[in-house]
C-alpha cells in the first residue's frame, strides 16, 4: 500500500481515484496533477514506478493538502466562533451555520437524537 502525506492510498484501485484519499484533494485536482506529470489516469497504484509516485508527491507538495489544510479550516471556524459572527455562533452551539431547517433535519451537525423523559408528541 503506498503512503502519501500520512494516508495509505489503496493499491488495486486507478491512481486518480487513490488519490481522492488524500484530504483537500479531489476528482478535479487529481486530474490535473497527473495531467501535469504525464502519467495514465488508468494506471493502478500498485504498478506506479518509484519515480512515478517521488513525481506525486514533490508536486501535491505545492498544494496545500491534509495538515496543513485541515489546521486552516480548524483556525477559520476558531476566528468565527471567537468574533462572536452568526456563523460562528452556530458553530459552537452545533448547529448548521448556512441556513438549513433545524426542526427535523440536521442530523449531523446535532449528532444523535437526545431523548426527554415525558415529552408529549404533537398530536395529528
Partial sequence: MARLYGTNVPDEKRIVISLTYIYGIGSSLA????????????????????????AIRNELANYKIEEDLRREVGMNKKRLMDIGSYRGRRLRAGLPSRGQKTKTNARTCKGPRKTIANKKQAVK
Fill in 31 to 54: 486530474s490535473e496533477v497527473l495531467k501535469k506529470l504525464d502519467i495514465s489516469e488508468d494506471i493502478r497504484t500498485k504498478n506506479l514506478t518509484d519515480a512515478q509516485l517521488t
